[in-house]
C-alpha cells in the first residue's frame, strides 16, 4: 500500500520560510514523478512544483518560481519543498503526490498523480 505523509507545514510570518517533507512508502520511490499542490479555502487545488524520478527536472508554478525549491532524496524516500520569502497567499494545504509522467508538460496535471498525501497547512501571517 503507497503511503505519502507530509510534515513541516506550520505558521510563517511573511517573509519567511518552512521546509515542508514528503516520506513516501510502498512502491519504489526513485522511479516516480513526485509533486507537489496546494487548495486554499475556496478555491481549487493548484500545482505548486513537481520533480522527475531523478531529480534532474524541475518544474514550479509561476507563483513561486524563485522562492520555492523542490528536491528529492530517493535514498530517504523524501521529497522537500523548501519554501522562501513566504507570502500571505501561499497559506494553503500543501499536498504530495506521486504518479508517471513522461515529460516535464505534464508535472502540472494531477490526473498523472495517483497517489496523494492526506494535506499539511501552512498559514503565512501579513
Known amino acids: 500500500q503507497v503511503q505519502l505523509v507530509e510534515s513541516g507545514g506550520g505558521l510563517a510570518q511573511a517573509g519567511g520560510s518552512l521546509r515542508l517533507s514528503c516520506a513516501a512508502s510502498g512502491r519504489t520511490f526513485s522511479r516516480y514523478t513526485m509533486g507537489w499542490f496546494r487548495q486554499a479555502p475556496g478555491k481549487e487545488r493548484e500545482f505548486v512544483a513537481a520533480?522527475?524520478?531523478?531529480?534532474?527536472?524541475?518544474v514550479y508554478a509561476d507563483s513561486v518560481k524563485g522562492r520555492f525549491t523542490i528536491s528529492r532524496d530517493n535514498a530517504k524516500n523524501t521529497v522537500y519543498l523548501q519554501m522562501n520569502s513566504l507570502k500571505p497567499e501561499d497559506t494553503a494545504v500543501y499536498y504530495c503526490?506521486?504518479?508517471?509522467?513522461?515529460?516535464?508538460?505534464?508535472?502540472?496535471?494531477?490526473?498523472?498523480?495517483?497517489?496523494w498525501g492526506q494535506g499539511t497547512q501552512v498559514t503565512v501571517s501579513s
Open positions: 503526490a506521486t504518479g508517471t509522467s513522461y515529460s516535464s508538460s505534464q508535472y502540472a496535471d494531477p490526473h498523472r498523480y495517483d497517489y
Open positions: 520533480i522527475s524520478w531523478s531529480g534532474g527536472s524541475t
